[in-house]
């Protein structure tokens, strides 16, 4: 079990709000990720991060921001929320399953509807 | 730009059937492919592919890759109503250093009927 916890599970909120959503990992992966999941499009990286204060977008980085500030936590910020950003969100991180094998573990999501 | 593309999009099936899902991609810097299986929640880790060849097995699922031909494909034997899910194909890719990212596919859904 990678120990990630995602928070809130569930959020609504109004266009033009800020929604900050939190992964927390107890673990000490080094990289962690943010997707969101849309019908249709499959899981889309949002930004990524491979360190504290280390951090880069994705392919859908546009209107997110995130923070790393420190090693647990890794939180994705949307600035002024539209009703385009409604959507699940997964954070995920990566990790060593056994010897010369790995993989991505996923947390269990965030439902944001924005109205 | 990396792509990954599974099909079909969909399929149902009888239990007992067996079933394969595709996945091709195109990508920069090939490190792995994976395979995940996602029904109400999380997507959880199947597979992970690096070389070309060598079959994966767990259970009655398998998978295999071609990295000459940027394909792989997930086998599900003897399908049973637990397997519906939605399967994802996910290629990694090294940015720079270590870093790496995931491309996903947009998903082949499975409905298993009994």
């Known amino acids: 079990d990678a120990g990630i916890t995602q928070s809130p599970r569930h959020k609504v909120t109004e266009t033009g709000t800020p929604v900050t959503l939190r992964c927390h990992q107890t673990e000490n992966h080094r990289y962690m990720y943010w997707y969101r999941q849309d019908p249709g499009h499959g899981l889309r990286l949002i930004h990524y991060s491979y360190g504290v204060k280390d951090t880069d977008k994705g392919e859908v980085s546009d209107g997110y921001s995130v923070s790393r500030s420190k090693t647990e936590d890794f939180l994705l910020t949307l600035e002024s929320a539209t009703s385009s950003q409604t959507s699940v969100y997964f954070c995920?991180?990566?990790?060593?399953?056994?010897?010369?094998?790995?993989?991505?573990?996923f947390g269990s999501g965030t439902r944001l509807t924005v109205v | 730009e990396d792509k990954v593309v599974q099909s079909p999009l969909s399929l149902v099936v009888h239990e007992g059937d067996t079933v394969t899902l595709n996945c091709s991609y195109e990508?920069?810097?090939?490190?792995?492919l994976l395979w995940y299986k996602q029904e109400k929640k999380a997507p959880t880790f199947l597979f992970m592919l690096?070389?070309?060849?060598i079959e994966k097995k767990s259970g009655r699922l398998s998978s295999i890759l071609d990295k000459k031909e940027l394909f792989s494909i997930l086998n599900i034997t003897a399908t049973q109503t637990g397997d519906s899910a939605i399967y994802l194909c996910?290629?990694?890719?090294?940015?720079?250093?270590?870093?790496?990212?995931?491309?996903f596919g947009k998903g082949i859904t499975l409905s298993v009927r009994p």
């Open positions: 990508v920069t810097n090939f490190r792995s």
């Open positions: 690096t070389s070309s060849g």
């Open positions: 996910a290629v990694e890719a090294l940015i720079t250093g270590a870093n790496s990212k995931l491309t």
């Open positions: 995920a991180i990566s990790e060593i399953r056994r010897q010369g094998d790995y993989g991505y573990t």
